[in-house]
Each structure stands twice: as structure tokens, then as C-alpha cells.
């Protein structure tokens, strides 16, 4: 049996990483392709249905990638954006939802405001896995992508929160206001403290006890879910929990993770991450059988029409909602509009456009309970999951493979920096090697001249010195940086080539210890990658 199941989990990776790979050859995101791909093999006959099981998700899969999501997050642009984050985070959600509520029971019959509350929450927010999986590898301006990936890390927080209320109202037939903004602001403050505060216990932990990558590293899994288990413990938010604890963590990182450690816990995430979006993508659209099986009140016409309403009124008020908070404080303020040129239009509108439901949302409508109590079926359960699954294939399959066209038409600018990415990492790496060498000659003057090595050091780094004053006059000049770098790029690659070439051909000769082999060849791998980069 165990042995029949190995041999199952081997095929269904193989054949998800070979749908990757097709995917990346169609120029395709591979949530988006996925999604289709796992639709098309629902219709196969004789396929096994695969329910997603809400709690695997929500315990199992969202933790660490909120956490992953939050490490990589720049705090920086966080904080500079934090208002725009913020707005659409708690106030589109909130809005969405009362949007939400009161057009579907107004169209669909039965459905009571408490029951659209249930869909406008399990609807509002756009996927932190959606987001980030997409628009990885797309051209759109730092300001869009940070507001879009913070947004996307908060917003479950809030979404949860009012599904959890609209569930107990549906439930228990009541709902107090008072009692439930209450709740709201203790189950976010809440998660809020429990992630800082199991951060730094573990910041402290890393920091005091002797540990090596291999620990580190199994350490960084660990936590999210020990921030996650705890704050849904004391039933405060633990997505708030993961995204404050990792965006702590990751902002202190060089206090208590070595160089080594760093690189390989990297390493580590980004394939666990890759596995568990694949794993999750393919999922929703294997879950159309069981969707379409639920439907026994409503015919798919009808719930298909029913999608495509609310569907649209999500997208129109966050639409609206966009361009409201960019362009009504612009207008009211005279110091802004001295201060500040007129907002792009094209900013919002690609806010609003990129904002993707995902398996959260499907998650969420799974969890809403088949029966209220026993012999009793909760009420219109079927609707809101076939609802919720088509408005998951319009945002995600719908405007994701749309985004990408759009983006070329618009032809949208990133005006958010005053500094290139490249003359930045100039002036940095300029400042740092001017540090060393002046600790090097301060300190060390005597012994460089008893130590050759020590002086190789200062003559490498004056000559570093140089190739990057080289750089600085480069971006200065009439000549094509860009260019430039990408010609000096191409030899660099070519004689890390050669050194490789020569590497595995004393290799063969048998002459070297293989680990010393394999300590060379790791440190041309490095080199490559400070010239190509690492990949996420």
C-alpha cells in the first residue's frame, strides 16, 4: 500500500514539474497554467476526485508561504507605501464584502445578507501565492508590486476575520456589531504581538545557542507555524502573526543567520515554496468535479450567470476603490498637488487588474460546514463554492494571462526611484570596500608587509576600487550601460566556462580529492551567480 502510494506522489511531481517546464515554454505563469491543466485533466473519465482539505491549507500550506512571502518583502517599501497597503487591505475588504453581501442576496434567491457576507469574505481578498507566483517575472513598477504582494499578505487576515463573523451569524442567527469590532481589533492586535514576540524569542534563541546552516535552517520551518498555531491558540489572527513575525525576522536576519546559513536557507525555502504553489494551483482546477457534483439547488447556467455579476462587482469596486484613495487625497489637498505631480492612471488601474483570488478563497468556501447542526444542511452552501470557483478561474486564469498584454500596451514606467538599481549597488559596494580597506591599512599595515596574503588583500581591493569607479564613469558617460554591462557580463560567463571546462577535466584525471573538487566548483557556481543572480 505505502509502496503503491510512493510510486503515486513520484508521478503526480513528475508530472507537475513537466507541466512547469511546458508552461515556461508558452510564456505561460505557471499558476495560471496549472490551474487550466488541472481543469483539463478533471474531464478525463475515470479520474479520482481530489477535495482540497481546508484545513491542509490553512495549516499546512499557508504558514510558510505568508512566511516566505513576508521574508522577501522589502520593509523599506513597505513602510513607504503602508498606507495605500493598508487601505486596501482592511478598507477594500470591508467594502468588497458589503458589495458582495447585498448584490447576492439580492439576485440569488434565498441567500440572506448574513449568507453574502459569507461569500463577500471568502471573495475579497486577492492570493499572497497568486500574486507573487505571477507577476515574479513581469515587468511592472516596484511601487505596483510592493502594494500588490503587501496587500496580498495582509488581507487574508482581514478576509478570515469576516468570514469567521458572517459564520457565526449564519450559524447562530445574530450578529452584534459592537461585540464584533471588538473581536476585530483584539484577534489583529493580537497576532500582531504573538508574531513580534515569538520573532524575537527566536531571534534571541538562534543568537545565544551555537547552531550550525543545517539547524538554522530547519529552524526557519519550524517557525511559522509555531507563530500561526500560537495566535489562532489564544484565537487572534495568525496570518496577521506569520507576515509581522516574518517581516521581523527577515529585517534582523544578519543578527543571528551566518553567510552560510542565509544561503542555504534560501535555497531550501524557494523549493519547498515552488513545490507547495505547484501543488496548490493544480488542485483548484482538479477540484471542478466536486464543485460542479455540489450543485443541486442551481443549474450551472444560472450559477455561472450568479459568478459573473458578483464576479464583475468585485472587479468594478476595486476599480473605483483604486482610484478613489490615489486621486481624492490629490484633489482635496492643495500642498499635494504643489508637492506632488497628478497620479498616473495607469497605476491603479494595474493595482486593480493584477488582483488574483486563489486558493484561499477556495480553502475558505470549503470550510463553511454541509450541515448547521445535525439533519440540518447549512443553507446555500453549493452556490457560494460554485461562486467562489468561478471567480476564482476569472481573476486568476481570466486577467492573469490578460495582465501580460496589457502591461506592453500600457507601456508603464517604473518612476518610483530617483536612483538605477545598478548605480545604487555602485555607491554601496563602493562605500563597503572602502571600509575594508581602510580597516585593512589602519590595522593590519604591518602585518601585510610580513603576510603576502594580507597584501594580496589590499591590492585586490584597490583594483575592486577601480572596477567600480570604472562602472560609476560608465553610467555617467554617453556610452550604453546597459550594454556594456552585458558585453563585460558575456566574457565574464565565457571564463567562469573555461575555468569549469578545466575543473571537470582534472576531474577525470583523478589526481584531486573530490570534496576539494566540489568546494571549487561550488565557489565558480557562486561567482556565476553574483554575475546572473539568484533566482527566487
Not at 520573532?199 to 545557542?209: H, T
Amino acid at each position: 500500500m505505502i509502496h503503491d502510494y510512493v510510486i503515486i506522489s513520484i508521478a503526480v511531481l513528475l508530472s507537475v514539474m513537466i507541466l512547469v517546464m511546458v508552461g515556461q515554454k508558452l510564456k505561460v505563469a505557471y499558476p495560471i497554467f496549472l490551474v487550466i491543466a488541472g481543469l483539463l485533466v478533471s474531464f478525463i473519465p475515470g479520474m479520482p476526485q481530489i477535495e482540497i482539505e481546508p484545513d491542509l491549507v490553512f495549516l499546512i500550506f499557508l504558514p510558510p508561504i505568508l512566511f516566505e512571502a513576508a521574508w522577501f518583502t522589502s520593509w523599506q517599501d513597505f513602510h513607504k507605501w503602508r498606507k495605500q497597503i493598508f487601505s486596501m487591505a482592511f478598507g477594500l475588504v470591508f467594502l468588497t464584502s458589503i458589495v458582495v453581501a447585498y448584490l447576492s442576496s439580492s439576485i440569488i434567491p434565498g441567500l440572506t445578507v448574513a449568507m453574502g457576507f459569507l461569500l463577500g469574505g471568502v471573495n475579497s481578498p486577492p492570493d499572497a501565492v497568486a500574486a507573487t507566483s505571477v507577476l515574479k517575472n513581469m515587468k511592472i513598477p516596484k511601487k505596483i508590486t510592493t502594494v500588490l504582494e503587501g496587500e496580498s499578505l495582509i488581507n487574508d487576515a482581514s478576509s478570515l476575520i469576516v468570514f469567521k463573523f458572517a459564520l457565526a451569524a449564519v450559524i447562530s442567527g445574530q450578529f452584534i456589531f459592537r461585540e464584533a469590532v471588538t473581536d476585530f481589533f483584539t484577534m489583529a492586535i493580537g497576532g500582531v504581538a504573538v508574531g513580534i514576540g515569538t520573532g524575537l524569542v527566536f531571534g534571541k534563541f538562534l543568537r545565544l545557542i551555537p547552531s550550525n546552516s543545517n539547524i538554522d535552517t530547519v529552524i526557519t520551518l519550524i517557525v511559522p507555524y509555531v507563530m500561526y498555531v500560537a495566535a489562532e491558540h489564544f484565537h487572534f489572527s495568525g496570518v496577521l502573526a506569520v507576515v509581522a513575525g516574518g517581516l521581523l525576522m527577515s529585517y534582523n536576519s544578519h543578527c543571528y543567520l551566518s553567510h552560510t546559513s542565509r544561503i542555504q536557507t534560501g535555497n531550501v525555502w524557494s523549493v519547498i515554496i515552488f513545490l507547495m504553489n505547484t501543488i496548490i494551483f493544480i488542485l483548484i482546477g482538479l477540484e471542478l468535479p466536486i464543485v460542479v457534483a455540489a450543485m443541486k439547488d442551481y443549474t450551472i447556467s444560472e450559477g455561472i450567470f450568479y459568478s459573473i455579476v458578483i464576479g464583475g462587482a468585485i472587479i468594478f469596486t476595486r476599480l473605483a476603490y483604486s482610484y478613489a484613495i490615489v486621486y481624492i487625497p490629490w484633489l482635496l489637498s492643495k500642498k499635494m498637488r504643489e508637492e506632488k505631480p497628478k497620479p498616473d492612471w495607469k497605476e491603479p488601474f494595474i493595482i486593480s487588474f493584477a488582483a488574483m483570488r486563489g486558493v484561499v478563497s477556495l480553502a475558505a468556501a470549503l470550510s463553511i460546514p454541509v450541515y448547521i447542526s445535525p439533519g440540518e444542511a447549512f443553507p446555500h452552501r453549493n452556490i457560494i463554492l460554485f461562486v467562489t470557483f468561478v471567480i476564482i478561474l476569472i481573476t486568476l486564469v481570466g486577467q492573469g494571462l490578460l495582465l501580460s498584454p496589457i502591461l506592453k500596451f500600457l507601456k508603464i514606467e517604473d518612476a518610483g526611484s530617483d536612483l538605477p538599481e545598478e548605480k545604487q549597488e555602485a555607491i554601496l559596494m563602493k562605500k563597503l570596500k572602502e571600509t575594508a580597506l581602510q580597516k585593512l591599512t589602519s590595522d593590519f599595515s604591518e602585518l601585510s608587509e610580513n603576510n603576502s596574503l594580507v597584501k594580496h588583500q589590499i591590492y585586490k581591493l584597490e583594483n575592486e576600487m577601480k572596477l567600480i569607479a570604472d562602472k560609476a564613469q560608465c553610467m555617467g558617460s554617453t556610452v550604453d550601460y546597459a550594454a556594456a554591462m552585458n558585453e563585460n557580463k558575456d566574457v565574464l560567463r565565457q571564463v567562469i566556462q573555461a575555468q569549469r571546462n578545466e575543473l571537470h577535466r582534472m576531474k577525470r584525471e583523478k589526481i584531486f580529492d573530490d570534496h576539494v573538487m566540489r568546494t571549487i566548483e561550488m565557489q565558480l557556481d557562486f561567482d556565476e551567480a553574483k554575475i546572473t543572480g539568484f533566482a527566487h
